[in-house]
């Protein structure tokens, strides 16, 4: 059983920084892409970045420029700068068997999600 572990949320203030992280374990293949979703309020669940083959990324319009993701071994990142208190929300990490992990479609595996509260 595949289990995605995050970590990292908190309160900062408009400006802030934080980094998330999700350690990936029980898997028996290699999951070839991993990726940060998020759901802010009055939004559905939407991408944010993601990293395939540990190393081609993609980021939404949202996260450009002031989003990276990164990946170590089974453990990926998300470090998020300037944050803005339209960024607040849950974070969840996905993971797919498969090469891209752009879309809800394309994801096999979950985390719990981690809070992002950012205001001052």
Do not use: H
Not at 36 to 60: L, M
């Amino acid at each position: 059983q595949v289990e995605l572990v995050e970590s990292g949320g908190d309160s900062v203030q408009p400006g802030g920084s934080l980094r998330l992280s999700c350690t990936a374990s029980g898997y028996r293949y290699t999951l070839l892409c991993m990726a940060w979703f998020r759901r802010v309020e009055g939004k559905e669940r939407e991408p944010v970045a993601s990293i395939e083959d540990g190393r081609r990324t993609t980021y939404a319009d949202v996260a450009k420029g002031r989003f990276t993701i990164s990946k170590d071994k089974n453990t990926v990142y998300l470090q998020m700068n300037d944050l803005k208190p339209e960024d607040t929300g849950m974070y969840y990490c996905a993971a797919a068997r498969g090469g891209s992990c752009r879309a809800e479609a394309f994801v096999n595996y979950w985390g719990q999600g981690t809070q992002v509260t950012v205001s001052s």
